[in-house]
């Protein structure tokens, strides 16, 4: 599959930070889906997109994410609770990271005052 996007998406990152909303949005609506390999397929989709990124853009996404991610960790299916158990790992570095007061970003501040 990575071979497939790196051949149609030369500039991947770019093109990632361009739909970064449109791409949250889907990935926050279909987690609470009816169908485990949906809600198992975001939970490693969102996994992959917090890796070494920031959601300064995405603030009001962010306590959304958390309510979905809490829900899918109970989930009836063990592979859909580790997988979201990962992600919920990769929510919670990015979260400190936004709200690190050294790298002298105000998305920190939004965030907590949003909580």
């Known amino acids: 599959m990575s071979a497939i996007w790196s051949a149609l998406v030369p500039e991947s990152t770019k093109t990632v930070d361009k739909f970064l909303p449109a791409i949250l949005a889907e990935l926050q609506k279909e987690l609470t889906s009816a169908q485990w390999r949906v809600r198992e397929s975001c939970c490693v989709g969102l996994t992959d997109l917090l890796g070494g990124r920031t959601l300064d853009d995405a603030l009001d996404t962010l306590t959304l ?51």
């Open 65 to 115: 994410l958390w309510q979905d991610i809490f829900r899918v960790m109970d989930d009836i299916k063990e592979s859909v609770r580790v997988a979201a158990a990962k992600t919920a790992q990769s929510l919670s570095r990015v979260s400190i990271k936004m709200c690190d007061a050294t790298s002298g970003s105000k998305s920190g501040e939004a965030a907590v005052s949003r909580g």
